[in-house]
């Protein structure tokens, strides 16, 4: 199963907006609405920040938000912080109890 | 609270073994399955596989079969990942973390495996 492809690197100024995309395929993002997206800080464990496509665990901002679109799913994350740089995975439930994640964006808050 | 504690760093040379722990708390264990997940130096997440807690059954995802073996005690929570013919590739950060609806609600700190003669 392949990775789900993620741009490399994106950027922002604080108090912007960014948008994250997460490409995969029939059989995975866009068959099944399993879609998860981590915030990783160097040296860090990864945190979940978004499960089932839109969802928000308890506890994270509401600035973050999610959607899904055929076999691409996206990220956005309003009003840029400083403490938002970090890396973004998204992942995705491909069927027959496997599991596939994005190559990983740097996000760089300028 | 839900916590899940790694085993410490691990060196070790090319064809050893290393057996990689994580013990979970502050939850009914047997309620979420664990997962596994491989991050090389410098590179993205890789998923490894993850384990039933209920049953102890294993699914491991493709590139890792016959060397990577899931096992659990449920009597101490804990579940473990074993890697057998160590190769230098193998050397990564290790992390367990709970299934939630096929993400992964809480991780362990990582284990950092270096594998070198």
């Known amino acids: 199963q392949s990775a789900l492809t993620q741009p490399a690197s994106v950027s922002g100024s604080p108090g912007q907006s960014i948008t994250i995309s997460c490409t995969g395929t029939?059989?995975?993002?866009?068959?099944?609405?399993?879609v998860s997206w981590y915030q990783q800080h160097p040296g860090k464990a990864p945190k979940l920040m978004i499960y089932?496509?839109?969802k928000r665990p308890s506890g994270v901002s509401n600035r973050f938000s999610a959607s899904k679109s055929g076999n691409t799913a996206s990220l956005t994350i309003s009003g840029l912080q400083t403490d938002d740089e970090a890396e973004y995975y998204c992942?995705?439930?491909?069927?027959?109890?496997?599991?596939?994640f994005g190559g990983g964006t740097k996000l760089t808050v300028l | 609270q839900v916590q899940l504690v790694q085993s410490g760093s691990e060196l070790k040379k090319p064809g050893a073994s290393v057996k990689v722990s994580c013990k979970s708390s502050?939850?009914?264990?047997?309620?979420?399955?664990i997962n596994w997940v491989r991050q090389a130096p410098g590179q993205g997440l890789e998923w490894i596989g993850w384990?039933?807690?209920?049953?102890?059954?294993?699914t491991y995802a493709q590139g890792f079969t016959g060397r990577f073996v899931f096992s659990l005690d449920t009597s101490v929570t804990t579940t473990y990942l074993q890697i057998r013919s160590l190769k230098s590739e193998d050397t990564a950060v290790y992390y367990c973390?709970?299934?939630?609806?096929?993400?992964?609600?809480?991780w362990g700190q990582g284990t950092l495996v270096t594998v070198s003669s």
């Open positions: 973390g709970r299934d939630f609806s096929w993400g992964f609600d809480y």
């Open positions: 502050g939850y009914t264990f047997t309620g979420y399955a």
């Open positions: 384990i039933n807690t209920d049953t102890g059954n294993p």
């Open positions: 029939s059989s995975d993002v866009g068959s099944y609405n399993l």
């Open positions: 089932e496509v839109s």
């Open positions: 992942c995705s439930y491909g069927g027959s109890s496997n599991v596939v």
